[in-house]
């Protein structure tokens, strides 16, 4: 059987996401094709890429006459990430987009029947339910590329989601899983920035120190699977060995386990329904690892994981107000400007001061992201 | 949407499984239906549970006063586990015996396009072949209800066989997992039938304690799961909490994990594709285990688990010597008349001995098992 390659479009390409996407593309190109790159800044990057891909679109910020000649070069049209979305000759949408950048491609995508592969946390923390309605009501697909989430949903394959009891997010716990409250007080941006498993962005290494992109994840678990928060847990493991676990209504409990790299989910997320014979990551060799430990998050010491959940129960726009104010104090801790623990009262303070909309558009969800801002900013550091 | 019950024949009604299989049928009145009871000694016990289920076929080794009153009193039909498979008012045959019993009944039900949940494991060690053989022709689907095949069942829905790249199988490391070799030449049969996780029979246990009984589930996975041996690993795990896991052509790994109880794998055999809203165990609550260990089975200690591989790799008469051999051995090793490491000794030298058929038929594979009974007996104390 003779398949045609799956044509990919690549948003947030030259990121850490991206990058490793094009990296499995390369390894399995009678596959996989890259027919668009959207990048942001990085257009050096970005030149190289069309280079080496020749996509048939390409976008970034801005235009620079490097990234000019490798279009004409290659044939690239420039057209932005909401066309890329919807143009005929996509087949499969990967949002690597930080931020609400990825927000409208995905709901056209998805409204479009479309299989979106999604690796944007804010976009289903901010506007879930707006991705959970533009998927039901044009019959796409969201594919999770998360390592977290990528196996909650190999653990869902052939099963059937009213049969999910609970859905055990594992979190490694941080740089900061063994310090204690007043350790916890002093500690520099730079100790915040040192994870122990996973290298990935600033903001994200803060988040995983203060359990906060744990508890976004709880939000993104709801949406991806269709579950409320009261069926979503977290669990401490330090390996990052275990991805994620589901127990299901007879009490049986599914894992996905391997060595952690993110190659193995995108390329999942890619390859469905099919598994690729190409083994991205070393094999996991499970009696070399020889103990995998396992724990409660202390919520005391990590407020971020409770604020993140309640935002995710109560909904509205609590969840994008909670997200922004996070951005919000990550960026004050890392200036210097707070101490650490200072990041979930300043997001607890923005979240007591909302007045949340139900059931918000997505115009409703902007403005409470840049009232979120606005709020956040202005708390003084000696009152968080 | 009302279902009607699913009409159950269980075969070894009155043993571990059987009873288990009970206490599940038990709990979901509405969805389970015990129609026929199939027993060997313990007539007293299945005069109870006609009386109990009032099954429309019940059969055990001899008829008791007591029994034919139940049968009378119950409306139950006297009839041979062979009829019970092919019975025209049964859905689904659980063969919950021991020994080479349940080996018609489950290909004549096989063969007929029934599922049949399958707790036996020498049908599958002696004549696996023709247990597949059966299915295939027939169109009936084999439910293991072993909680590590029960992993692997569990670990596959969804997914696509040709896209396995291992079976792991878990093993607790039985009764002396920290012994060496000379406290294991000096071990008592009371020692071994002190399994550190699972209540079992006492043939079952020794085995545990030996690794035949990992060894022989190697040889089930193979024909459970049409994967050959190569495919097929063991990894020691001594919590029991993991049940199996499976690696699949990408790398990625899943594993089924629960508390230990028979009760789970055996709801699951009978409730398929359906998950039942009941949990038949307590839930596993991973916090508070804590850890988990794994590491590798040292063959070197553990001859038994070498020589059941060889077997099923070899194939042929093979598997059903080992058996048969290693059934010997322990009875003469529970009698007090060999020592623990003479166990394997004595299985290897009759593997040694014996020449094997390609394909052997079921009259072939029952006289490779005479056979090895002989020789196996024969065999010197001294010389072992």
Same mark, same amino acid.
């Given at each position: ?24 593309? @390369? ?26 891909? @020749? ?6 910020? @801005?235009?620079?006459? %490097? ?6 070069? =290659? ?44 690796? =944007? ?5 901010? !506007? $879930? ?7 039901? !009501? ?29 859905? #055990? ?24 920035? =040192?994870?122990?498993?996973? &290298?990935?962005?600033? &903001? ?8 906060? =992109?744990?508890?976004? %994840?709880?939000? %993104? ?16 493991? @330090?390996?990052?060995? +275990? ?9 049986? #409990? &599914? ?65 994008? +107000? ?23 009262? #300043? ?31 202005? #708390?003084?550091? $000696?009152?968080?």
């Amino acid at each position: 059987m003779v398949t045609q390659p799956l044509r990919i479009a690549v948003l947030g390409s030259t990121g850490s996401i991206g990058q490793q996407t094009l990296d499995v593309i @390369r390894q399995l190109p009678e596959r996989f094709q890259v027919v668009a790159l959207a990048a942001g800044t990085r257009t050096h990057e970005l030149a190289k890429q069309v280079a080496e891909f @020749r996509p048939r679109y390409a976008v970034a910020e @801005r235009r620079t006459a %490097e990234l000019d000649d490798a279009l004409t070069a =290659n044939g690239t049209r420039w057209c932005d990430m909401d066309e890329m979305a919807v143009a005929p000759d996509v087949d499969l949408l990967l949002v690597g987009t930080a931020g609400a950048a990825g927000l409208t491609p995905t709901i056209r995508a998805l409204e479009l029947g479309r299989p979106v592969a999604i690796a =944007n946390k804010e976009v289903l923390v901010m !506007a $879930g339910h707006l991705v959970r309605r533009a998927l039901v !009501a044009g019959g796409g697909s969201l594919r999770p590329v998360d390592s977290e989430h990528s196996a909650i949903w190999q653990c869902l394959w052939g099963e059937e989601s009213h049969e999910i009891r609970r859905i #055990i997010l594992t979190a490694s716990g941080g740089a900061f899983r063994d310090y204690d409250e007043s350790q916890l007080d002093t500690v520099t941006p730079e100790q915040a920035l =040192n994870h122990p498993t996973w &290298k990935m962005g600033a &903001k994200i290494t803060v988040d995983s120190a203060s359990l906060m =992109n744990k508890g976004m %994840e709880t939000i %993104e678990a709801m949406w991806l699977f269709d579950v409320p928060m009261e069926k979503v847990d977290v669990v401490l493991h @330090r390996e990052s060995i +275990v991805h994620s676990l589901v127990e299901f209504s007879d009490g049986s #409990i &599914k894992a996905q386990l391997g060595v952690p790299d993110m190659r193995l989910p995108i390329q999942c997320a890619l390859a469905y329904p099919e598994r690729m014979p190409l083994p991205p990551a070393p094999p996991l060799d499970l009696a070399a690892v020889g103990s995998l430990h396992f724990g409660r998050p202390d919520i005391s010491r990590f407020p971020c994981l409770r604020l993140a959940m309640e935002s995710g129960a109560e909904g509205g726009t609590y969840p994008a +107000v909670m997200a922004a104010a996070d951005e919000v104090a990550v960026a004050r801790f890392l200036a210097g400007e707070i101490r650490f623990t200072a990041i979930p009262a #300043i997001i607890e303070q923005t979240l007591d001061r909302h007045e949340s909309t139900a059931d918000p558009d997505l115009e409703a969800v902007l403005a409470a992201d840049a009232w979120a801002r606005r709020v956040a900013t202005s #708390i003084p550091a $000696g009152a968080a």
